[in-house]
T-cell receptor
Framework: AQTVTQSQPEMSVQEAETVTLSCTYDTSESDYYLFWYKQPPSRQMILVIRQEAYKQQNATENRFSVNFQKAAKSFSLKISDSQLGDAAMYFCARGYALNFGKGTSLLVTP | ETGVTQSPTHLIKTRGQQVTLRCSSQSGHNTVSWYQQALGQGPQFIFQYYREEENGRGNFPPRFSGLQFPNYSSELNVNALELDDSALYLC?????????????FGEGSRLTVL
């Protein structure tokens, strides 16, 4: 099975600080997409950022950026200037049918 | 633009019963996927429908079945419910068959099997 692993069940960050969430994955494909999704307590999953594997440049969306290491099959999410509204479950996902990791619960403290 | 809506939001069933969950896709989306999210876990892919045909299935038994209608709304049916079927069921729609990230999720249907 091609898996996605998030090794941090919980993370905590202070408001305005930076936090990095880790993700590793397994795949035999050479071209694929990687995603970070956010699931706030209201439960609706929202796309945060995506990365196309054939692009070497790391994706960036405002305060969110990724560190994509294709050879290492690593795809971490960096959140800069953390805000209270960033508190949520974050899921890393890969591929066509969205193979999700188990998630990281992010707590943002004032 | 109407987002993805799911019904019911919560329901309770007993073991052995059957359940139907419904999903209305985002306007203009022709592809819908269903996911099962057990408590404390990431979503697991059940299957995907594209233009009324099943197009891809995860590791779920045949008692999980689905339909997609001409208006692209969708149903997930689960027969012979088991306790382990208790989960949040998420529906997601997209504009295209290939997932390039434009997936829009509903808020889910929370199923409890007693």
């Amino acid at each position: 099975a091609q898996t996605v692993t998030q090794s941090q069940p919980e993370m905590s960050v202070q408001e305005a600080e930076t936090v990095t969430l880790s993700c590793t994955y397994d795949t035999s494909e050479s071209d694929y997409y990687l995603f970070w999704y956010k699931q706030p307590p209201s439960r609706q999953m929202i796309l945060v950022i995506r990365q196309e594997a054939y692009k070497q440049q790391n994706a960036t969306e405002n305060r969110f950026s990724v560190n994509f290491q294709k050879a290492a099959k690593s795809f971490s999410l960096k959140i800069s200037d953390s805000q209270l509204g960033d508190a949520a479950m974050y899921f890393c996902a890969r591929g066509y049918a969205l193979n999700f990791g188990k998630g990281t619960s992010l707590l943002v403290t004032p | 633009e109407t987002g993805v809506t799911q019904s019911p939001t919560h329901l309770i069933k007993t073991r052995g019963q059957q359940v139907t969950l419904r999903c209305s896709s985002q306007s203009g989306h022709n592809t819908v996927s269903w996911y099962q999210q057990a408590l404390g876990q990431g979503p697991q892919f059940i299957f995907q429908y594209y233009r009324e045909e099943e197009n891809g299935r995860g590791n779920f038994p045949p008692r999980f079945s689905g339909l997609q209608f001409p208006n692209y709304s969708s149903e997930l049916n689960v027969n012979a419910l088991e306790l382990d079927d208790s989960a949040l069921y998420l529906c997601a729609s997209s504009l295209s068959l290939l997932n390039t990230g434009e997936l829009f999720f509903g808020e889910g249907s929370r199923l409890t099997v007693l």
